[in-house]
């Protein structure tokens, strides 16, 4: 009897250990059968608020957005500085200048003048480009699906269920409804009243009150939008603003079909979730066929896609790193990309490092496991990574983070001498080197002014120097404790004392910050201003108490940060424009910064093409922000990428939202690596299981024993 | 019985306004309806049209409880909290703030919840119960000692650290499970394994010394004495007489939390990416959707109340002595 339930278990273990040499991957978290399929898998951690273009404006929409939705124009993948070039237009906009001559008349002008009236922008489209297949576009001899009842919703629970769909041409007049679209009232697009200002007639547009029927609202007219032809569009906007160009390849000024709104505004869809806010409806490289925010979301080729190709040149250093092995290929490579619901850091390190997401960010729990830093600073990977024949790419963001100065204070604001001394003083002190090491693991640049790497405008090295913060002797280097410290007694505050009451100088920060890693961050900041005699209170809050406090100017020093939404000095001096200020016109300019001739250099800089005079006027604004000190410049974020080795064709972008469709993803590679990485480990159970019925033993001689004296009792 | 169901079903109403009343007034302590705006707005510029235009949209541009400048029982009905209320109480979530049909999305989300609470609960109740028959089977033992020495160290020990060490050894180590993720139909069965075995082993040191407690009580009482003078080994006493009679307090811990499974757990849903109803009342938090925030706190109270009473019939069942009145 022993023998025979002994032969079992052997069996058993022995299954168990032959089983651990199967090369099935129990750990695998998708189906078996996309193993060798073209398929990109990535994660997202809240869902998307909204995919309607002319509504979003988030990084974790655009990220699926920019896919689907073409605008005008796109930046190149490759190229660097950032330059635009056609995605759908046929060619770059044609510029016309209108001034008004003497008795009034306009005329149009090619040659930028000063006194610009208008601006015109003449857009080609491409012709031939055709939507995705879609059931708002469904049509026999009429629309299919543009009446619908009650009762054919009633096997309808998603957009995939309705059993047509169509496509027609991209035509001029589904760019001019997108446009008009921005100002509806029901649809809250957050540039519609930044677009009121410079497209002619959108204001007036905007006031016609809410339109429910699309038709109708398709038939209104925008005094300075105009479609010419099928394919051709004009827009005119007030005055000069060479800025507009970066708006046209934003998603707000893609393509919309108004079928899309005649389809979504019937009744009973909304119910079902089934809106242009959950199911786009573009002409790009993908499409979202399964939109699941509760656990999915996944992008498929669009079968209408029209020809676009890998581009043909770089820069250089591009045609050795392969990044130009597939020129002038059709795009897109990738099949399908799968967005799976991911909430937690370490599942997704994990599962990354497992081979199944193709490439990861270094969230700071994981950071030492993926990066070590070398004997000259440089950040490289472990060589646990590394043997993984994992890639890291670094690249400084576009975008600042600042510890700006409430300008109107009575004590930090203003532009006396005093106040201006205390805040360069304030500067030296806070050492974002030491900030930089030691909460973000070295990844970020300190600040010499205002423009990130990138933009027009930045200079690397001596020339680049904040003089007010550092000297440069073969670096940067942060000017002593005894500048700031005799910086801070011309303020009037000698050891940090406020004369007015003998005692420490008490500053109050604002910040939004709720976390337990924010504690730290914080007492550090508090210590920073104690080198100085300085007392810092912290008013940490949630984001909208912060916001509120900036807005009504309650906040003396605070916290924040600004991400470009374009590749133009512009869109960073702007922040410190003095009709811009927070607390008048609820503007960007937080600090409530104002200062005559940085204003006037600024309208001078945003209106002038990149070329010598633009970087003279870039000077002096920097200097000007140098000197005034308005802000502490604190550091231009960098971002690193984990990338696997199969996932190819990627080059850090920061400003290109369609990335997707140049890279490309060696499957075969991938199935392979995944198998090795990922054989299940059984003996370790089957140990367990063994140690368990040894520790069960004793359990049984005890019920033997109990057993045996009861019955010896009876 | 039937008349004390009744009266206990219109008991739920008042509880359920005074819910309400309680969740709005303190969500709205801490947002205003400009903070909601801002926040479904984003934040690149915001201005205070787009504010206003989203309040006047979603019905946030009303007094909160009462309007002064209507008359009558409008002063009432024209406010933020009747007309984000009323509708609860036929159980129409209506839209959230941002767009989304939240009564699409509970009856989406409340399946995976009840996916790993459901197997969960029942296996879990299994081993508890199970161990600690065990634990009074060797009572007076080293076995019981030890065996209530695991049960403190498993109850001091963070559910957290269960999750991350449970993914760490069975998906990273021995690469036996997905460490996250969900599945449809039988594909979300591999998902589901981790998640059950350390909700059970996480709940087994409560649920076994609590469980222990209930049958030692019962061990000492006249029918087991009695049972044991007729001959009936220990293990027949145990399992037939000692655990039939602890059923009413086992029953009363478990039909209350049967509704609550639908609601779902939110750490264990949060780090195993199972799309439930926890993390969905999270995130609403997390992004001030009061839409759903009242929705879920709604359905709560409701799945609550009605545990409550199930449990109190379910006491008549089991003990015939027990009259509802």
Known sequence: MFS???????????????????????????????????????????????????????????????????????????????????????????????????????????????????????????????????????????????????????????????????????????????IKRLVHPKIHSPIAELMKEYIVGLKEFSKIGKIQDPIVFRAQNISGVEVIDKYHFRVRIYGKYPQFIFWLSMPFFSPMPWEADVFYGQDGLADKNISLDWFPIGSGAYMLSENNPNRQMVLSKNPYFHLERYPNSGEPGDFESGLLADAGKSLPFIDKVIYVLEKETIPYWNKFLQGYYDASGVAS??????????????????????????????????????????????????????????????????????????????????????????????????????????????????????????????????????????????????????GPDDRARLNWYRKQFSKLGLQLVIRATDYNRFQQKIRSGNAQLFLWGWNADYPDPENFFFLLYGPHSKIKTGGENAANYQNVVYDRLFEEMRNLANGPARLEKIHQLQEIIRYDAPWVLGFYPKSYSLIHKWYQNLKPNLMANNKLKYTRIDSDYRARQRQLWNRPLWWPMVLLIGVGSILLWPAVVIYRRRKKAVINAR | MIQYIIRRLMYTIPLLLGVNILTFFLF?????????????????????????????????????????????????????????????????????????????????????????????????????????????????????????????????????????????????????????????????LKFLILPVVISVVSGLGSGGRWYRALFIEEVEKDYVVTARAKGLSETQVLFRHVLGNAMIPILTGVVVVLPLLFMGSLIMESFFSIPGLGSYTIDAINRQDFAIVRSMVFLGSVLYILGLLLTDICYTLVDPRVKLL
Not at chain 1, 86 to 102: G, H, N, R, V
Not at chain 1, 503 to 508: P, R, T
Request: proline share 5%; hydrophobic share 40%; glycine share 6%.
């Open chain 1, 365 to 514: 729990d994981s950071f030492d496991q993926a990066i070590q830093f070398m004997g000259d600073g440089k950040a490289a990977l472990t060589p646990a990574l590394q043997e993984k024949e994992i890639r890291l790419q670094t690249a400084v963001t576009t975008s600042i983070s600042y510890l700006g100065f409430n300008m109107i204070d009575s004590v930090v604001g203003g532009r006396s001498d005093q106040a201006r001394k205390l805040r360069q003083a304030i500067s030296i002190i806070i050492d974002y080197e030491e900030y930089i090491a030691i909460f973000m693991n070295g990844r970020g640049v300190p600040a010499q002014g205002l423009l990130p790497p990138g933009i027009f405008g930045y200079e690397p090295g001596a020339q680049g120097l904040n003089p007010y913060v550092y000297d440069w002797h073969d670096g940067y280097h942060r000017k002593s404790m005894a500048t700031a410290k005799r910086l801070l007694s011309e303020a009037g505050f000698k050891g940090g004392i406020d004369p007015s009451t003998q005692e420490a100088l008490v500053l109050y920060l604002d910040t939004a910050a709720s």
């Open chain 2, 28 to 188: 709205f302590v801490v947002n205003t309806p400009d903070d909601m705006a801002r926040m479904q707005l984003g934040q690149k510029h915001v201005t205070e049209q787009a504010v206003s235009k989203w309040k006047i949209d979603h019905g946030y541009d009303l007094p909160l409880f009462i309007n002064s400048e209507k008359g009558s029982f409008n002063k009432i009905t024209e406010t933020i909290f009747y007309q984000k209320s009323i509708k609860l109480f036929v159980f129409q979530f209506g839209i959230s703030d941002s767009g989304r049909n939240i009564g699409a999305d509970i009856k989406q989300r409340m399946w995976p919840s009840l996916a790993v609470a459901l197997p969960s609960l029942l296996i879990g109740l299994l081993v508890n119960i199970l161990a600690a028959l065990l634990m009074v089977l060797f009572r007076q033992s080293y076995l019981e000692f030890w065996g209530l020495v695991a049960c403190v160290v498993i109850m001091s020990i963070s559910a957290l650290f269960y999750i991350i060490g449970g993914q760490f050894l069975f998906s990273k180590l021995l690469k036996l499970v997905p460490i996250s993720g969900f599945g449809s139909g039988v594909d979300a």
């Open chain 1, 4 to 178: 025979v339930s002994c032969k079992r278990w052997l069996l058993l273990i022995h299954c168990l250990l032959l089983s651990s040499c199967n090369d099935a991957m129990l750990n695998n978290p998708y189906p078996a059968k996309e193993d060798k399929q073209s398929i990109l898998y990535s994660s997202f951690s809240e869902r998307p608020k909204h995919l309607d273009p002319a509504v979003s404006y988030s990084s974790n929409e655009y990220a699926i957005i920019g896919q689907i939705y073409e605008p005008l124009l796109q930046y190149h993948y490759l190229k660097r500085p950032y330059q635009l070039v056609p995605l759908t237009a046929a060619k770059m906009p044609e510029i016309t200048y209108l001034i008004e001559d003497q008795s009034g008349v306009l005329i149009k002008t090619h040659v930028e003048p000063e006194k610009v009236r208008f601006t015109d922008y003449m857009i080609e489209i491409k012709p031939g480009i055709r939507f995705q297949p879609h059931p708002a576009l469904a049509k026999g001899k009429d629309y299919f699906y543009h009446n619908l009842q009650v009762e054919d919703l009633i096997d309808i629970a998603t957009i995939t269920d309705f059993e047509h769909s169509g496509t027609r041409e991209v035509v001029a007049e589904d760019y001019v409804y997108q």
